[in-house]
């Protein structure tokens, strides 16, 4: 740069003309010349000696006074325009000895021009002071500290500025080619200072001059940006006014990232920068600062600081920022902008796995507690405003990263537009309302708002429109467990306008969001890429939500296409019971944390839906947590509700006022199923209304049920059941009204119910058990209150078509027994504490076109025996106003077929609702096939059956006192047995004896068996007792044939003997009509034959002998008179107490026995007494008399039945028998044997 040009003040002078002019001067000027030339006297003596002294001040007290060596090349003196000249100025490095390189400071050339109103001024005015080509060198070597320190330390030692400022005037400051170097030694960068001018016109703090403004200019190269400033000032004026205006252009803040503070959670990495500010300064009351202009920046790259990456990530990218400041005035805190413009910045936000943003809330400022935090306190009187006039951001985007979700969230916003206006703070102004509105895309859906604001309340209306639900899906997670299935489907669209006031002392805030309309489309939920619910569309109309209050109302919700899959796993756990996801405990801290509506004091949430409305829904229902599962499948699903709503409070109830239409339930293999439908009322738990009690989940409404397939929930009965459903059609229509009590069920049905095509088999041998084309109840009136039933009503019931299967095992049991399954810990019948018998009216029954098939293994061969055409009724019958004098009996009438040709008849009156029970009833069986019975004779008679028919009648009457009174009466038609089966292990008894006993000439046997007892003994069984009576009919035939076939069964007489008076052979009358008995039961059996055997005993009866002895010669005797007499005497049989003395007197003459005789030879008379026991004593009774006493009884008993039409073929005399040897209580008779031909 060329050396500028100095003004001078004088005119230089013609040496030539001065010195003429010197010569024509006298007096005064003559003086005055001499002074002048005094003068340039002391200027040359000054222009010699000034340099060598200004030279020797600054090489020596210089270097004293910085501690420094100072150099100066050459120093000169103008006196004439008084300018000192030193060239060659330079500072050497601190410190002794020589260091290579350039001083730290030199300084090409300094010029000062010092004026001589200096003198009068008493203070320096310099008309001129330049600084020509200065170059600084600093290195900073880190911790705070450079090269120059020593300097400083000096110029700031204690007293350096003592006494004030110094009075001084200074004109033409001029700093020219300046240079700076600045080596930073740690991180090894240089920076460099170039082309620095500084301009300064006029400085001056003396008089007047203090008020005069300067307009002063600073120009500089900083690392190849060039700066440049101008201003006027007036810093000695009592105001101090100031006006700057400062530019810079292009400014790259790469080369001082090194230098961004360590501490700061980001780092301003890219970009450069243009300024142009007008700064302004006045001193009034209080300083005032403004500072006007505008800032722009291209490529801004600002990175976040984390702590694993070490270069950081990014956070803000820009291409370009611009921003336009009206007015800022720092001390006043005011801040205005007109305009802020932002093209394509790209803002990166992140949030961490505890949920906090680093770049907002260092790590550090969390541990220094919030007093220890200085604030600079605003000036006394002056709140912050701000104003921004436009804001205006293009093209931008938003990259949002949390990792403190269950699902790892990465979103985009793109095409990010905002604008806004008039935003400004505070807005005193009712009028004063910022607008704003923008628009961005997020994930292929886009999202527009637009609205006002003055920030005490705001107004905003937005609109989405298919924002896919991918986007908010970490959130939901944290809340709802089932994540979204597919990212590409589920899409949000709605207008919504926010309503907002900040709360005032006497007004309430509002938080307020309506939307016209919601929509959620194409949403599927589930869990390991399974459905488990989805829908088209589910719109919310006309929604409201007061955050501040905690209400949301929805005035309709219309679900269109839902699909849920309802499952309970096997462990019992619904699915929906894992919805609901558990927030995470907190990582940071172990304090127990404050849910947010506790925390914040909200009250809690309700919520009123006015309408909900289902169409073509899909439930898939699948039940695993029984044995087999449940599974439906219910399809074409409308459903209408009412109110759906909630108090707010966590026991609230809630109904719904509803319709279910046209449920398609779809079967096996897809086929179409039934249809279900209901309107009525859903009761959700809570506390009732006015009561502290719980209200229990429920419905209640009309049903109205067609063909649904009731057998896909037989499964619920099978832990209870061994059965198994395989198909039941259930329809009904009525009421219904349910809930699930924690007491027990509670069920009430009030309507028509019908069971079609009911299949069921039991589950251990999927054998049939139960078939029926239908089951009518019409007019069911049924009411379950905790879990039992309370009363039961049916108008009619009508049983169409029905089969049954009663079967026993090869085990020998009764499948219908082994029906209910009896858990271990189950109680006892006995132990159960008995509850109010429930209310029964069962109107007529009706039994169409039944059969029971009866099957038995457990005899071989098999048995199989059906019943068909079972058709009947019962009339009506109730368990209430019943008595011990009417008890209620209903009318019961059955008839059907049985084995092909039997027939089978049941009439009479029976009411098994009462307690005790009370029935007259008969039963009829007609010609039942016996041989198809014979499995049974074979194992438990030991024979099987060739041919017979079964006929039988049974009579019951029980009454209200629990007694019975039964008959049995048993029919077998030509009952024929076979051979005795091989390996049989039934005891071998007289079975066919007991048949041939027991059947009539026509080949029939007709048994009576008559129970009677009382149904309140618990031992009491009328099967038992039957079979007893049956087991007692055998024994009969092997102990007493002969009373088994005379019926006498009751009785206490023994036909199997026939007693007879001691040494007689004489029937008594007893004894014959007892031979009328049996002669009646040979003459009807002439299959039989009987075996007489006489027996007699010589010790016991010989007496009687004796005495049967005489009474024979007695009536011999009498049999003679009569012969005589000429009388016939073959009829005679008995001798009259008259007669008695006179035979015994003739016998006793006639007999040789010897006499007692008088003196005449003649025999005595006797008294009777005498005579008879002369002639007892004359009676010898021997072995063989006895022999022929017991063939005597043999022959008799014969004779008497062959005399009563017994055929002599039947009649055997077996061998008599005669006592050996004594034997106590011997009784004279003749025993009776049969035996079948």
Known sequence: MGRPRIIENREAMNHKELFKKWRDLSGWP?????????????WGLGALCVPLGVRWLLQTQGSQALGRDVQVESVSFRPWSMALLVHGLSVGPAGAGHVPGPPPLQIEEVRLNLALSSLWHWAPVMDEVVVLHPQWHVTYSGGGHFDVDDLLSRVRQPGASQGGMPRFSLFNVQLIGG????????????????DVTLQIPFLSNIGARREVSTHPRLAFTLNGVAFDSEAETAPFAADRRTQTHLRIKDLDVAAYVPYWPAAWPVRWVQGRLDLDFNVAFKQADRPQVLVSGQVSAQGVNVLEKVADKPAGMPLFQADSLALKVDEWRPLEQVFKLSALDVVQPVLHLRRDAQGQFQTLWPAASAKTPAAAVPEVAAPSGHAPVFGLQSLHISGGQVHWADASTRLPTQLTLRDVVLKAHDLNWPMDSPRALAKLEGSASLSGGRITWQGETDLNSAQLHMSAKALPLATGAAYGAGYLRPDLLDPMTGQLSADMTLDWKRARANEAGVMLLKAPSVRLDQVSLGALAQAELSWASLELAQLELDWLKSQVRVEKALWTRPVAKVMRQANGRWMFEDWRAVPAAPLTSSTPTVSSTEASGKPPWSWDVRQVQVSGGQVQFDDRAVPGGVRLDLQDVDLLTGA????????????VQGRLNAVNVRRDGGQAGGRVGFEGRVRWPGAAQGSAKAQAFGLAGRLQMDKFPAHKLGSYLASALDVKFKRADLSYAGALDVSFAEAGLGLGLQGDLTLNALRTEEQSTQASLLDAKSLNLRGLDMIIQAGALHSLKVAETVLNDFSARVAIDAAGRLNWLGLRKTAPTETPPHAAVAGPQPVMDLGPMALINGRVAFSDVHVQPHVAIDLHGMTGSLSALSNQGASAQAPGLAELSLRG????????????HINPLVRPMSLDVQGQLRDLELPQLSPYSSKYAGYGIER????????????????????HQIILNQLRFGDRAEGSSAPNLPVKLAAALLADSQGVIDIQLPVSGSINDPDFRVGAIVWKLLMNLVGKAITSPLNLITGLLTGHEDLAQLNFAPGSAQLSDEAAQSLQKVAQALTDRPQLHLTVVGHSDMDAEGEAYRQAMLQDQLLAEKRRSLRRAGQDASALTRITADEQAVLLKSVYLRSDVPKPRNLLGMPKDLPPADMSALLLAAIDVTPADMQSLAEARSAAVRDALINRQVPAAQIFLGAARTEAAPKPGFTPRATLTLAVH
């Open 948 to 967: 017979g028919k079964l006929s039988a009648t049974l009579n019951y009457h029980l009454d209200r006192d629990g007694q019975l009174q039964a008959n």
């Open 644 to 655: 759906w709503q909630s108090t707010g409070t966590a026991q609230a109830p809630m109904a």
């Open 179 to 194: 240079r700076v170097v600045l080596r930073d030694a740690p991180k090894s960068l240089t920076h460099t200072l170039d």
């Open 30 to 42: 003559r003086w005055g010349m001499r002074v002048l030339l005094a003068g340039a006297l002391v």
């Open 897 to 908: 077929q049985g084995a092909g040709t039997a027939s089978v008849e049941i009439h009479g």
